[in-house]
Structures are given as structure tokens and as C-alpha cells.
């Protein structure tokens, strides 16, 4: 089958929007279709929200070509907007980046989403521990070696650095990655409730980004990250005054290796070994684990805590939030069923249109024809995927709903890309 077309993110008049069709790379029964509808801030940043899929189900010579005609008329599209996209770059400084934890299941991340989205990079600086270090990553068609993390002056003229090491690299390394000047956009939980440090989620409190003295932003906890994306909307409304959520997380939310030890756990079982448990407290193999993180003196753990502490501090309200967090076998994507009570009643139609037409959310909500999101299909996409939305039977100010979202992009990479995608549009990357 022919060869046709692969290119997701394509510049487009700037601050328009246009919708066209694009396709996969190879033609071939099953390839998918898409009208996107691509939207170019004034920065150059392009977002793609589908409008419609559809799939190629049968290699017949007619859709082929009718397809190909569709791509044609898209290469043309292309090829006007390259010519504005140039512009755009002369008037974007291309950047300095640094990449802490490359290796990682949040740092590969990272290297994709960037590529993607096309930030201004003109060096990209890649660290990790001795573990990784001389490990080769390629970034668009480049190859990049992981350099050892260590307090020297590696960071002088990186103006930003997504740092995804763990806590106790954020804080050990804090002051020698913004010593010059860097921004720090961190994924660890380590600074995150400090005063001096804004906690931010672009689609809630992106303005919080500009008010930062020690020249780091904490990027949330994956799993609050895509909740306030959807309560956002929703608070608009009426105000949320309370929360009760249950959490369906996914083994990568425990990094690359615990990802690893799911997938070994279920080669183990097949073949009747004992299966190796080190990243999860017991076998997540077949099993649901409803503690994620370490129990605080409250009864609840750390990660529930971190529901309450950080949707307060991200959309700056007296919301409560009751969380159990639980650890489930799918391996990416993390899912939630969320309960909220509002001053004032929503309706079921209120709250489908605030989200549907709210940035970050997709609308999945079609019962009658079996739709809701799951973690299988929201695996690899950038939005929060919302279904199942109805009335509360047990509290007449009550809505319940059910969301999924891939916890690895808007639960970390993407959400720190897009903090630093405002600090670009908004001029503010020094100071
Ligand atoms: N996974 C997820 O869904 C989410 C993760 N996060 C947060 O992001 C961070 C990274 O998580 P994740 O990618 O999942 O974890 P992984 O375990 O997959 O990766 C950890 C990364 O940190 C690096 N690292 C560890 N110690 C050091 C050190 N001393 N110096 C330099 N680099 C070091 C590792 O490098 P090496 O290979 O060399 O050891 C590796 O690249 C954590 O803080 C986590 O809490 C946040 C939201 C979601
Ligand atoms: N809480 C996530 C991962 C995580 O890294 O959280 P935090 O960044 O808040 O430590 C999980 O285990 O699913």
C-alpha cells in the first residue's frame, strides 16, 4: 500500500484555527483518519483537538484514492502555513533545555512531547544518575548522551529544565540547576506546597507561573492535575465545595521499572514462578492495591493527602477533597470516578456542555451506544476524557462522573511543557 502522509502537528495561521484531514503513515486496512482542528497560539504552539476519526476498513482502490485526494489538499495547506511557521521561529528565541531524568518514564516522555509540540530548543541537554549516564536518546533526528547529574556549572544558559528525578534530586539539585538563571519546572512532589513556589495546571492557575522567587514551578500530582482540568469548568458554574474521589491508577504511575515489574509479574505467573515484588507493596498481577504511597497519621496516604493539599493551592479555593487512591493493573493512564457537591445544583447538561467546550477535556459520554473512557484508549493522548456524568441519587447539589487521561503526559510531561509554552507566549522564561 502507498505511502502517504504522516504529520500530526503542522503550524497554521497564527491564533486561527483550521480544520483539515491528515493520516497515519501507512495506508494500509485499519489506518485512521482524522479531522483535527488545529489551533496556533501566538507563541507558534499548536494544539489538535480531533473532530472525527474514521478508519480505513477496507483497502478498496476507490477510498484509497479518495484518501490520497484528502492529503493532497492537505499537503498544499502545509505548505503555505511552512512559510509563516518560519516567521514565528525568528520571532521565538530558540532555547536552551535541559531534560533531569531523561531515562525515565516521565523524562522519554518528555523527549516526545517536545519533539510534538515543536518548542524553540536549539541545544537540549540530557542528565540522569551514573545509572544512565552515556546513555544515547534521539531528539528530532539528533543524538543526545545522558550527562551525570552532578553540582558543577552544567546549567549555565539552560533557560528551562524539566526536572523528573524524584524528590530527593529536586531538592538536592534545586539550587545548582537555577543557579544561572534556569527555570525549573519540577515534577517531584518537593517543593510544591511551599508558598514561594507556584503550583500550576495551564487550563486553571497558568498566570500563578509568573510569580515564582526561587525560579521554580511545581508541576501537581498526576492524578490531581487531571481532576482539577475537568472541576475547572465545572467550578465556573458553581462553586465545588466538596469532593469525594476514587483513584484507578496505573502501574507507570511508579516510574519505568515498577511498568517493567507488572509485565515480568504476569510472565512470572504464566509460567508458575513467584512473582518478584519490589516497586508495589504486594503482586499487582491480578490485583487492585488500595494504597499508593506511604499511610500519613491521618489514616489516608501520602497521594490522598496530596488530592487535598494541591487542588486547594491550583484553583486557590476552601474545596475538601476525600480521596482513597488505589493501585490497578493497567499499565498507563489513570482513571477516577469523582463525586462533587456544588452551592448550587448542575445539571447533566450544564456540566456536558462546560466540558466539552473546556480546554484539556473531551467529552466521552454516549451510554446508549456503551461510551465512557478507559485507560486503554486514553493511553498516548493528551486530553482528560470525561463520561458517565450524572446526578448524584444520594445529594440534590451532587454530580458523578468518571474520567481517564494518560497521567504520563497531562499528568506530568505535557502539563510541565505547557507551563513552559505560556512562559514563552508571555515573554516571562527570565524572570
Ligand atoms: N510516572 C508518572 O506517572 C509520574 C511521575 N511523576 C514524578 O516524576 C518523577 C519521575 O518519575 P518517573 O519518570 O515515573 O520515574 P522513573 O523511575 O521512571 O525515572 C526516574 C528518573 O530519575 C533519574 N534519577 C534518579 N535518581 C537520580 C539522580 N540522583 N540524579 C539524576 N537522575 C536521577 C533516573 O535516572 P537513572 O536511569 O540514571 O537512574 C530516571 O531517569 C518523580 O518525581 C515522580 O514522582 C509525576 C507525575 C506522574
Ligand atoms: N502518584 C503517581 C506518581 C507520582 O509520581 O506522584 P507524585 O509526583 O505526586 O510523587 C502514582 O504513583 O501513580
Avoid at 531534560?99 to 518548542?119: C, H, M, P, T
Amino acid at each position: 500500500m502507498p505511502m502517504i502522509w504522516g504529520m500530526r502537528n503542522l503550524p497554521i495561521t497564527m491564533g486561527a484555527s483550521k480544520t483539515i484531514s491528515i493520516t497515519i503513515k501507512k495506508m494500509s486496512v485499519g489506518s485512521v483518519m482524522g479531522k483535527y482542528e488545529y489551533i496556533l497560539s501566538r507563541s507558534g504552539f499548536i494544539s489538535a483537538k480531533v473532530q472525527k476519526k474514521y478508519q480505513l476498513r477496507s483497502a478498496s482502490r476507490r477510498k484509497v484514492v479518495h484518501l490520497q485526494r484528502k492529503c493532497i489538499k492537505f499537503i498544499k495547506v502545509n505548505a503555505d502555513i511552512h512559510k509563516e511557521s518560519k516567521q514565528i521561529k525568528l520571532k521565538y528565541k530558540q532555547m536552551k533545555v535541559a531534560i533531569v531524568g531523561a531515562s525515565g518514564a516521565v523524562g522519554q516522555e518528555f523527549l516526545r512531547i517536545l519533539a510534538e509540540r515543536n518548542f524553540p530548543i536549539d541545544q537540549l541537554l540530557l542528565f540522569g544518575s551514573e545509572r544512565s549516564a552515556g546513555k544515547k536518546y534521539t531528539f528530532k533526528g539528533k543524538e543526545c548522551v545522558v550527562k551525570p547529574l552532578q553540582h558543577n556549572d552544567d546549567f549555565r544558559g539552560v533557560d528551562i529544565a524539566f526536572v523528573s528525578a524524584g524528590g530527593d534530586t529536586s531538592r538536592q539539585f534545586a539550587p545548582t540547576i537555577t543557579k544561572h538563571g534556569a527555570v525549573m519546572i519540577d515534577n517531584s512532589s518537593a517543593f510544591r506546597m511551599d508558598p514561594d513556589v507556584p503550583l500550576v495546571v495551564p487550563e486553571c492557575n497558568a498566570e500563578d507561573a509568573l510569580n515564582r522567587p526561587r525560579n521554580i514551578i511545581s508541576n501537581p500530582n498526576c492524578t490531581t492535575i487531571m481532576m482539577v482540568v475537568v472541576l475547572q469548568p465545572l467550578e465556573r458554574l458553581s462553586h465545588i465545595k466538596r469532593i469525594r474521589v476514587s483513584s484507578y491508577q496505573s502501574a507507570s504511575g511508579a516510574g519505568a521499572a515498577a511498568m517493567a515489574e507488572l509485565e515480568e509479574q504476569y510472565r512470572q505467573l504464566m509460567t508458575g514462578t513467584l512473582p518478584t515484588v519490589s516497586k508495589f507493596p504486594y503482586q499487582l498481577a491480578y490485583n487492585v492495591i488500595p494504597r499508593i504511597d506511604a499511610f500519613t497519621e491521618t489514616g489516608y496516604t501520602k497521594e490522598e493527602m496530596k488530592m487535598f493539599n494541591e487542588t486547594r493551592k491550583i484553583m486557590h479555593t476552601d474545596v475538601k477533597c476525600s480521596a482513597t487512591c488505589v493501585r490497578v493493573s493497567s499499565l498507563r493512564s489513570h482513571s477516577e470516578s469523582v463525586w462533587i457537591e456544588t452551592e448550587r445544583p448542575i445539571s447533566v447538561e450544564e456540566a456536558r456542555h462546560a466540558i466539552a467546550t473546556a480546554p484539556g477535556c473531551q467529552l466521552k459520554d454516549d451510554i446508549v451506544h456503551d461510551i465512557y473512557p478507559m485507560p486503554l484508549d486514553t493511553a498516548g493522548k493528551d486530553d482528560i476524557y470525561v463520561g458517565r456524568i450524572r446526578k448524584d441519587l444520594a445529594d440534590e447539589n451532587g454530580l458523578t462522573f468518571w474520567l481517564s487521561g494518560d497521567q504520563i503526559r497531562k499528568g506530568a510531561a505535557l502539563n510541565a511543557v505547557q507551563i513552559a509554552e505560556y512562559l514563552v507566549k508571555s515573554e516571562k522564561v527570565k524572570g
